[in-house]
């Protein structure tokens, strides 16, 4: 089976501009969460996605969402982005509730 | 919510040695602890997990143990190779199916 797959994986872009970031989880797998990692913060939980419903939702605020396709295949959208915002942005795929996770390669997006 | 800390931050072994790597948990509800490997530049890999219905788990050099009453848990690798030089993560997950990660443990093995 093919792995978890992101992209792009590398990402620049400059203060007050919105991004993209697509997840295709691994084939049969419905959940697919988000994470943010940072040397400072660690790895942080953004939102979990399954059968195209957010089934649960981390401490951002409004600016990061996220949906997800009938396909299961995610996207993840920050808006109004922030220097703050420059981050390893991690997606990963379960088969389901209490499933394992596994992590794809991620997307680095540097914030101008 | 839950808090899962994680000791040391890093840790140097010779190859060959041991290393052991530990990890507590806040919520009694959590009931899966995954471990992590991540290497520069790539995703987190899974690299052995345990139920809390079970008190340890083997897979070749990589064991963890788990004791459920004092809500900790801890990687342990036997006879280490440069190639398991990385960060490694432990993790726990809650009733609510969110996966909280420790800060992470920077091991490196010294040939």
């Known amino acids: 089976k093919a792995g978890v797959t992101q992209t792009p994986r590398y990402l620049i872009k400059t203060r007050g501009q919105q991004v993209t970031l697509s997840c295709s989880p691994i084939s049969g797998h419905r959940s697919v969460s988000w994470y943010q990692q940072t040397p400072g913060q660690g790895l942080q939980f953004l939102f979990e996605y399954f059968s195209e419903t957010q089934r649960n939702k981390g401490n951002f605020p409004g600016r990061f969402s996220g949906r997800q396709f009938s396909n299961s295949r995610s996207e993840m959208n920050v808006s109004t982005l922030e220097l703050g915002d420059s981050a390893l942005y991690l997606c990963a795929s379960a088969g389901g509730l209490q499933e394992t996770q596994y992590f794809g390669p991620g997307t680095r997006l540097l914030v101008l | 919510g839950e808090n899962v800390e994680q000791h040391p931050s890093t840790l140097s072994v010779q190859e060959g040695d041991s290393a052991v790597i530990k990890c507590t948990y806040s919520?009694?509800?959590?009931?899966?602890f995954p471990w992590y490997k991540q290497e520069l530049g790539k995703g987190p890999q899974l690299i052995i997990d345990?139920?809390?219905?079970?008190g340890e788990k083997k897979d070749q050099r990589i064991a963890v143990t788990l004791n459920k009453t004092a809500k900790h848990f801890s990687l342990h690798i036997t006879e280490t190779q440069p190639e398991d030089s990385a960060v490694y993560f432990c993790?726990?997950?809650?009733?609510?199916?969110?996966?909280?990660f420790g800060t992470g443990t920077r091991l490196t093995v010294i040939p």
């Open positions: 345990i139920r809390s219905n079970v």
């Open positions: 993790a726990a997950l809650t009733g609510a199916n969110n996966l909280f």
């Open positions: 919520d009694s509800a959590s009931n899966y």
